[in-house]
DNA sequence: TCTTTTCGTTGCGTATACACAATATCTATG
DNA sequence: CATAGATATTGTGTATACGCAACGAAAAGA
């Protein structure tokens, strides 16, 4: 247990122009533990990982991984190892 | 927080033919806490969550839903409202 | 029948995912 | 400059997702 899982939130949140304070509300819990989860201080819970991808409408593999997900430019460059 | 989060892990493990300690020691907890997960005791953690979707090559998603999962017999009918 | 496996339950301990409050920094905008 | 919004950080408290041990019941297999 406590295995690092990374995730694309901050990407997403920046994208759509949503502050933390939004998503955390959307989401129902406090700003500060969008912050926690941006930063990797530690894992969401099965319950917030699934309402975090429903407001993205992304699967939550998408979303959260146990490997590091690829910068915007390697995506954009096609050399991701990974979906 | 603490919304009851429905799973197919019991449908999946019998269709397998695991057995809950098989089962545990393939996602690395104890098996107790599959069959509190079974029984709806608790929640699991993103990561028990993610590594048990990883065993049976399904979505996160398809395994866990905060809607209860039609039966076998429903879904063979072609009833149920739910993916 | 005897033994083994599987499962349910209870209890206790620990790690962590939160809530909430306070403060500081930085930026943008009036 | 002044104010407001967004973010980082720290601290305290609580609920819960676990681990582990023990015991009993039920089912399966020899």
Redo the contacts with the bound molecule.
């Keep these: 247990?406590?295995r690092k899982i990374y995730n694309r939130i901050a990407v997403l949140r920046a994208e759509a122009g949503m502050?933390?304070?939004a998503l955390a509300e959307k989401v129902?819990?406090?700003?500060?533990?969008i912050?926690f989860l941006?930063?990797g201080d530690?894992?969401?819970?099965l319950?917030?990982a699934l309402n975090v991808a429903a407001v993205f409408k992304l699967p939550v593999e998408l979303l959260f991984s146990f490997r590091p997900f690829p910068s915007m430019a390697e995506t954009l460059l096609g050399q991701g190892d990974q979906a």
Excluded: F, H, I
């Design positions: 247990m406590a502050s933390r304070k129902g819990v406090n700003p500060q533990t912050g941006e930063r530690y894992n969401p819970s319950e917030l």
